[in-house]
């Protein structure tokens, strides 16, 4: 993965994915994405990492994207 960050007052992260690459965001983080992009939304690690996530102030969900079919 490659990356840039772009602007001085609100700056953004623009991420480069290759083909089969993936991404775990929590709810919120993604403005924009490339159409080739999977979006699935998970508990990643089951119903008790969720809840420690929760109970730490993290999102409950979060969002895995995945580069198909070419770079994202």
Known sequence: ????IKGD???VVIC????GERMITERGSM????PNMK???TS???IGKAFGRMFS???LF???????????
């Open 16 to 19: 480069y994915l290759e083909n």
């Open 9 to 11: 007052t609100l700056p």
């Open 57 to 59: 102030g993290e999102a």
């Open 62 to 72: 979060q969002n895995r994207y995945t580069a198909t079919g070419g770079n994202g």
């Open 1 to 4: 993965m490659r990356y840039e």
């Open 39 to 41: 979006m699935e939304t």
């Open 31 to 34: 403005s924009w994405m490339s």
């Open 44 to 46: 990643n690690g089951g």
